[in-house]
């Protein structure tokens, strides 16, 4: 057999095994949520980031927001972990119960996007790397029978903690050199094992914001971020190739104090502002209506087929900015004897059912039952029913053809 035909039959092998390769892994949905701290939005968009701006391209970039609703019911502080908390749960913190870095109780009531999706399908492999141990430990609650027991496929986290590798100095470049180690697993191993669904936490970027404020060495932490991203990238385009179906999400968790940039935790306009960054290519309307850092969460469950159970519909306070959602905004007020809920339609077909409950079993791991009030046009976007305030509280929800949302009522 000479060397021609040999070279031939090798390559007819070699595509024959990658059409294999791609019949078995073709239409798999697969997402990667990264959390990059503390960048807020005027620094995201002018500061160089040629990798995000490639993923954006192919998807959309967004000006979203934290804190949840300011002076209401569902205000969170913009901090840190109850915006991680935010994204994963899809919830604020007036469910959660997570309103600073010690996370001292979690509500695990509210369940996060891991446990949703190994209880749906336990096959489906999951993975965190991240700068912060407490991430997998406290706010995933792995191992925690309260948090549902569940193990995650694959954790790279914990570095922090090892002074030795990583001595603490106060220039803070031991955390960009975890980043780096962090950033780097997560693109070997999502380029090698494909995770179904993964999270990515970088922290680097917050320690410069605490520690210069606005200033150069923060738009250089955050041109580091765009590389370690971009690392995470190339992987998910390679995988790509084989007809797998990846979503990237990119946030951050809070703005920055707007005199200088160092601190964070109020409510200012700027402290709330942040963004989000995805390849994903079916973006509804919501997404350019300033969404929220909670609708991450249903968004990439959407991606992913997931369909998280009705109970837990009922909660989830953010709404899915890919595919099709039939509304969002919804808020309720008590006036003149009437109830009145108001809501955006971002579909204008069909009828939105509206119910009420008096009670918040949820939260405490019983059900709620709700009663139906009226049925209207979704294209309304308003509803005024009569209604005897006797509770200081109500939860009202909404079930559109396309999506729920949900709202409370409180004196």
Request: glycine letters at 8%.
């Amino acid at each position: 057999m000479n060397n021609m035909l040999l070279q031939f039959i090798k390559r007819c092998s070699i595509g024959f095994l990658m059409y294999l390769l791609t019949f078995q892994v073709n239409g798999q949905q697969k997402a990667v949520m990264i959390l990059l701290d503390g960048i807020p939005t005027d620094v995201i968009r002018r500061v160089s980031t040629p990798n995000m701006d490639e993923i954006a391209h192919v998807g959309g970039f967004a000006t979203a927001y934290v804190g949840g609703m300011k002076d209401g019911y569902s205000q969170t502080p913009t901090v840190s972990a109850p915006g991680y908390m935010n994204m994963i749960t899809g919830v604020w913190a007036h469910k959660h119960n997570v309103r600073d870095n010690a996370v001292e109780e979690p509500n695990y009531n509210y369940w996060n996007i891991f446990r949703v999706a190994e209880t749906v399908d336990p096959s489906l492999e999951t993975a965190i790397f991240s700068t912060w141990e407490d991430n997998r430990t406290k706010l995933i609650g792995e191992g925690k029978e309260s948090a549902g027991s569940i193990q995650l496929d694959y954790s790279f986290d914990g570095f922090e903690l090892d002074t030795n590798r990583f001595p603490h100095k106060a220039d803070r470049k031991f955390i960009f050199d975890i980043d780096e180690l962090v950033s780097k697993e997560a693109a070997r191993y999502i380029e090698e094992e494909a995770p179904d669904l993964s999270w990515v936490y970088l922290e680097f970027t917050d320690d410069m914001g605490h520690k210069f404020g606005d200033s150069p060495e923060m738009d250089d932490a955050v041109m580091k971020a765009d590389v370690q991203v971009g690392r995470i990238w190339e992987a998910i385009k390679k995988r790509e190739v084989l007809g797998e179906d990846w979503m990237i999400v990119i946030t951050t968790d809070h703005g920055r104090n707007p005199e200088n940039g160092k601190g964070h935790g109020g409510q200012t306009n700027r402290e709330r502002s942040t963004w989000i960054c995805t390849n994903h290519g079916n973006l509804n309307e919501s997404f350019n209506q300033n969404p929220g850092i909670v609708d991450i969460m249903p968004s990439v469950l959407a991606h992913m087929g997931i369909d998280p159970s009705e109970a837990l519909k009922t909660e989830i306070d953010g709404i899915s900015f890919i595919g099709k959602s039939s509304l969002n905004r919804v808020m309720a007020k008590y006036e003149g004897g009437k109830l009145i809920v108001n809501w955006n339609p971002l579909i204008r077909k069909g009828k939105v059912e509206i119910l009420i409950s008096e009670t918040n079993n949820y939260a405490t791991g019983g059900k709620d039952f709700y009663v139906k009030l009226t049925e209207v046009k979704v294209s309304k976007g308003r509803a005024s029913i009569d209604f005897d305030q006797k509770a200081d509280f109500y939860k009202i929800l909404l079930k559109a053809p396309c999506n729920w949302s949900n709202t409370w009522l409180v004196k």
